[in-house]
């Protein structure tokens, strides 16, 4: 038993010395990252200099910020604000516009972007068609997209609203819904637009 709970300790200190050690070697690649963030190993991530990482920001393992640097105006093209929690192979195409405000939680296996490949011409292979940005995406402070879940260009989650496992998103989520389904639907409003409204700073 004693052999068991020392075997476990090592391996926790091993495990955490891992992710602080991949942290150190991946945030100074990054445009800015927050205080107390920290990622863990396997990350894929193109164009680091385009994201901003905000303070206690924590990305699991596998997750793919799949950036491109295609502002003109210096600013990240993905913010993460303080606090958010990406899951596990959580996949981000963010070629303009994606900002995730503080305090979201994002479980694993979700996909989310601004971006989409072009099928127009029937002729030709859509992997030789390329991809055209679709219109920005926001996550809106607080809200939580469960597991599986695809949240589409050009889509705003509202704040504190639930997305439900494997849901598809298509459209604006209001604040404090619940969505859910094929295309996403509200199942649920948590508080009544008017009142959310009137919430917000
Ligand atoms: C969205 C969610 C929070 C709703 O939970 P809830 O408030 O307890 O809602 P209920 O279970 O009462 O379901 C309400 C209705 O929505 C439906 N529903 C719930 N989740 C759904 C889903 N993922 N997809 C489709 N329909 C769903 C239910 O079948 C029910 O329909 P009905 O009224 O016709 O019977 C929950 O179902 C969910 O998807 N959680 C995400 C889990 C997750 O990803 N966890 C990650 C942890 S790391």
Redesign the pocket.
Known sequence: MKRHRLREKAFSIWERGTRLLYTWLQRGRFHTWGACSRVSPGLVVSCPWAIAVGGGVTISDHATLNVKDFRTDGRATLVIGDRVYI?RFVHINAWQDVVIEPDVLI??RVLLGDEDHVYDDPSVPIRQQGSKCKGPVRLKAGCWI??GAAILPNVTIGRNA?V????VVTKDVPDHA?V??NPARV??QLMPPRAAESERP
């Open positions: 899951g479980t694993h469960g597991t639930v439900a496992a494997n849901a619940v859910a389904g199942i649920k």
